[in-house]
């Protein structure tokens, strides 16, 4: 079965810190790798995403790094806020299978 | 309108009522989704719909009934569910079905009695 693996589960960090949520992939024929915010009581939300053929995106205070070789990809964001606390998804897609997303890391950013 | 419009917000159900749900998008988009979301967990995917036709259905029970009666429009039928089926319920709307660009509304909150 195609999986990502998304790490950590949870993740406590002060404000202004930068957390780092990793996620990492098996399937080498998957094209596209978005992430996904998710507030209690709403839906998810698409935050960011790249293609393989990237080794970095930054849009606002979110980056993510994508290392092909290591079929390895990471959300960082800086300067982070208590506004900032939700759970993280990433995923991956195959064409018209639709996403794999990964287990979710719950996010608390402490004032 | 960059909205994905779910109705009801919250739905309470005996084991042999029959609702549904409904989800309503005008981006124009001609893929639409039903994901099932558990506590703590991530969606999973339940019907996708491309151009108004069924593209896929990841083996779920015969209970649910996804219905699309035109392409702003998605539903979900319910008939006689199990307690184990209360979750979340969220439609996602797409430009087209190949992409990872999901529009997600915020969901169905449904209790199984």
């Known amino acids: 079965q195609q999986q990502v693996k998304q790490s950590p589960q949870s993740l406590i960090v002060q404000k202004g810190g930068i957390p780092i949520i990793n996620c990492a992939y098996e399937?080498?024929?998957?094209?596209?790798f978005p992430w996904y915010q998710q507030f209690p009581g709403k839906g998810p939300a698409l935050l960011i995403a790249?293609?393989?053929?990237?080794s970095e995106k930054k849009e606002g205070r979110f980056t993510i790094s994508f290392n092909k070789s290591a079929k390895q990809f990471s959300l960082h964001i800086m300067d982070s806020q208590p506004g900032d606390s939700a759970t993280y998804f990433c995923?991956?897609?195959?064409?018209?299978?639709?996403?794999?997303f990964g287990k979710g890391t719950h996010l608390i950013i402490q004032p | 309108d960059t909205e994905v419009t779910q109705t009801p917000k919250h739905l309470v159900m005996g084991m042999t009522n029959k609702k549904s749900l409904k989800c309503e998008q005008h981006?124009?988009?001609?893929?639409m989704y039903w994901y099932k979301q558990k506590a703590k967990k991530p969606p999973e995917l339940m019907f996708v719909?491309?151009?108004?036709?069924?593209?896929i259905n990841e083996s779920v029970p015969s209970r649910f009934s996804p219905e699309c009666p035109n392409s702003s429009l998605l539903n979900l039928h319910l008939h006689a569910l199990q307690p184990e089926d209360s979750a979340l319920y969220l439609c996602?709307?797409?430009?087209?079905?190949?992409?990872?660009?999901?529009?997600f509304g915020e969901g169905s909150r449904l209790t199984v009695l």
């Open positions: 995923a991956a897609t195959l064409g018209a299978d639709g996403l794999t």
């Open positions: 981006m124009g988009h001609r893929a």
């Open positions: 399937n080498t024929a998957f094209d596209y």
């Open positions: 719909y491309s151009y108004e036709k069924l593209s």
């Open positions: 790249i293609r393989p053929d990237v």
């Open positions: 996602a709307s797409s430009v087209r079905q190949n992409t990872g660009e999901l529009f």
